[in-house]
Structures are given as C-alpha cells and as structure tokens.
C-alpha cells in the first residue's frame, strides 16, 4: 500500500516528538510542522483509520490514540516513521559533506527523502560510508 508524502511527514514527526518528549500529542505535532489543529485532527483520523481490511474488522492503521488525546505509533506507522526519520537525517549529513549549510541540507532532505529511490539511496549510503 501506497502512503501518502503527508502522511508521511506526519509519521516521522510523530517519532520525532516521541523522542524528544517521550510522548506525542496533537498540539505538538501542529507547532512541529507548522499546521493548524484541525488539519493534525484530520490527518491522525486517516491514519488511524487507514490499514488493509481484515474480515470483519480492520486491522489498526499507523497509529492509536487514547482517551487523553496521547498518540501511539503501531508497528506499521513506526516502520514507515523509522524509515523516514533514517532517510532524512542521512541525506541531511549527506548534503553538509558536499558543503551544503544545515539549514539548506535539512529542507532539501525533507524533500528528498519522499522522492528517491531506494535503489540511489543505497548508493548515497554506501558512497558516504565509504567516502566520508
């Protein structure tokens, strides 16, 4: 299945906000990506809603969410999350080798990290390990 680049972005910040604060809530999501409430709102319902049927119910999606608002990555939306999270911090140490300033680096790794194969991100990591 296909995920969308917000969600995606909403995945990995939900893993950042889990590190750094040792739980994730919607308000925070909201000042970490710079959206309102509402669209946060809008976003964790797809994604708690969204995961392959299963019989007669569906399968949890990307994340829960309990009765106090707290979010939970599943195993699915942490994998994705992970993966994201993996992508941008080594583009961004990627492009700061070649001389990229950590600003221009971390947006232009946000961009990247949606759009490049595995295949060339593979080979950026090998090159890096190997040249730098």
């Not at 969600?7 to 750094?20: G, I, K, R, T, V």
């Not at 739980?23 to 669209?39: F, Q, W």
């Not at 140490?93 to 595995?118: N, P, W, Y």
Request: charged share 25%; glycine share 6%; net charge negative.
């Amino acid at each position: 299945m296909q995920i969308l680049r917000a969600s995606e972005d909403y995945l990995e910040a939900m893993l950042m906000m889990q590190q750094e604060h040792g739980y994730i809530r919607s308000i925070d999501i909201a000042d970490k990506l710079g959206v309102t409430k509402p669209s946060v709102t809008y976003a964790t319902k797809r994604l708690r809603e969204n995961g392959p049927p299963l019989r007669w119910r569906r399968a949890p999606g990307y994340i829960t969410m309990d009765k106090d608002g707290l979010i939970t990555l599943t195993e699915r939306g942490m994998s994705i999350a992970a993966s994201m999270l993996d992508r941008h911090h080594t583009l961004t140490r990627f492009l700061m080798a070649l001389g990229v300033d950590q600003e221009t680096a971390e947006a232009d790794a946000c961009k990247m990290e949606h759009d490049i194969s595995q295949t060339s991100f593979e080979a950026i990591c090998r090159h890096a390990r190997d040249h730098l």
